[in-house]
Each structure stands twice: as structure tokens, then as C-alpha cells.
């Protein structure tokens, strides 16, 4: 069946650092995949997505490539703010439509 | 649009009692879900319609809970009897069909059971 697989949290980083959040996935023929972030309070909003092998989606500064060959849609970030502090759930769609989360890496970004 | 409308937004009950949570979709979306979300457990699907059909309900945890979609604009998400253990931030989604789509949240409904 589909499953996401992404890292466990919480991650804590300080103001400008690098930021990956790994995450792996399985499933059959070519899912689309997805990455969501939840502020405080708030319900999942998407963050970005890429429909096919090699593409790169990207949004905030935020940037993931669906890798095939590796099954994997690492998320990204150059330098990372305190607003970017959240939790973060990597997703997949296949051909039955429904939406597979993971189970989300929260992170903390001091200043 | 407004986006995905849920209510209501905090609801506390004593167990025992019954719980009906509602959720107005993006007009046009084809797809609803619902999810529960607690610290323990992350963020489960409960139950996916499609066309205001179930289509997957192997989520919903027991027979204490039901939904339903009876046209294209309303769900719920009925929990009778409540019990403690099924407090929670319960979100709808919608989205139209197709493996590209993206859902679109609602705010939640958080469930308290005293």
C-alpha cells in the first residue's frame, strides 16, 4: 500500500541555519506528492507539491525534488526563520485520490 | 470562497453525551475528508467521500462514530456516546479528485470530554 515515512521531530535550529526534513515514501505506479505545514492553532495549509519524477516544487524559500530512483521528497530550507517555527507533514495522492500524511516533524526556530 | 467551513470551533461535552460536528467544503470540490488529530496519535483519516459517496471508512474507530454527506455542500461527523478519550482536533477537508489535487483545511473543530 501507500505510506510517507518522514523524520522524527522536534527539530531545533537557531535563526538563518540550513533546514532538511527528510521524507520517503511507498507506493505504486506515480503518486503525487506534497508537503503541508500547520501554524499554531491553525489547519493544514499546503506549502508545495510536485506531480512527477525530477520536478522541483518550491514556495517561502522552501524547495523539495521528488526523487524516483531514492522515493524520497526532502524539504529544504537556506535559512530558516523564527517564523518558520510549525509543523511540517509530508503527503502523498495515488490513483484512489486519498491523501497519505505523515506523521509530521515539528519544528522550533530560536532566535 | 470562504474555504473550508467547520463548526463549531471548541465544543466541550460531558461523556455520554452526543457530538456532531459540521463541515461546509470548497464549492466544486468533489472530495471530503475527515481527520483526527491528537498529540499521541498524529493526524488520522477517519473517513474519505468522494461525490458525497464513502468510499473508505476503515479509519473510523468504532461504531460510536458515524459521518455522512448528504449533498455536496455539508458534512458530519457524529461521535455517539462520547467518551474522554475521543478529544481531539478534528479537521475536515476537500479537494477536487484527481492525484494532483491538494486538500484545503478547515480550522478545526476541538473536541473536549469531560
Known amino acids: 500500500g501507500n505510506s510517507v515515512t518522514q523524520m522524527e521531530g522536534p527539530v531545533t535550529l537557531s535563526e538563518e541555519a540550513f533546514l532538511t526534513i527528510n521524507c520517503t515514501y511507498t507506493a505504486t505506479g506515480y503518486p503525487s506528492l506534497f508537503w503541508y505545514v500547520q501554524y499554531p492553532g491553525e489547519g493544514l495549509q499546503l506549502l508545495l507539491k510536485?506531480?512527477?519524477?525530477?520536478d522541483k516544487g518550491s514556495n517561502k524559500g522552501f524547495e523539495a525534488t521528488y526523487r524516483k530512483e531514492t522515493t524520497s521528497f526532502h524539504l529544504e530550507k537556506g535559512s530558516v526563520q523564527v517564523s518558520d517555527s510549525a509543523v511540517y507533514f509530508c503527503?502523498?495522492?495515488?490513483?484512489?485520490?486519498?491523501?497519505?500524511f505523515g506523521k509530521g516533524t515539528r519544528l522550533h526556530i530560536l532566535p | 470562497d470562504a474555504g473550508v467551513i467547520q463548526s463549531p470551533r471548541h465544543e466541550v461535552t460531558e461523556m455520554g453525551q452526543e457530538v456532531t460536528l459540521r463541515c461546509k467544503p470548497i464549492?466544486?470540490?468533489?472530495?471530503l475528508f475527515w481527520y483526527r488529530q491528537t498529540m499521541m496519535r498524529g493526524l488520522e483519516l477517519l473517513i474519505y467521500f468522494n461525490n458525497n459517496v464513502p468510499i473508505d471508512d476503515s479509519g473510523m474507530p468504532e461504531d460510536r462514530f458515524s459521518a455522512k454527506m448528504p449533498n455536496a455542500s455539508f458534512s458530519t461527523l457524529k461521535i455517539q456516546p462520547s467518551e474522554p478519550r475521543d478529544s481531539a482536533v478534528y479537521f475536515c477537508?476537500?479537494?477536487?479528485?484527481?492525484?494532483?489535487?491538494?486538500?484545503?483545511f478547515g480550522q478545526g473543530t476541538r473536541l473536549t470530554v469531560v
Open positions: 503527503a502523498l495522492t495515488n490513483r484512489d485520490d486519498k491523501i497519505i
Open positions: 464549492s466544486g470540490h468533489n472530495s
Open positions: 477537508a476537500s479537494s477536487l479528485s484527481g492525484v494532483h489535487s491538494e486538500a484545503f
Open positions: 510536485a506531480t512527477k519524477a525530477d
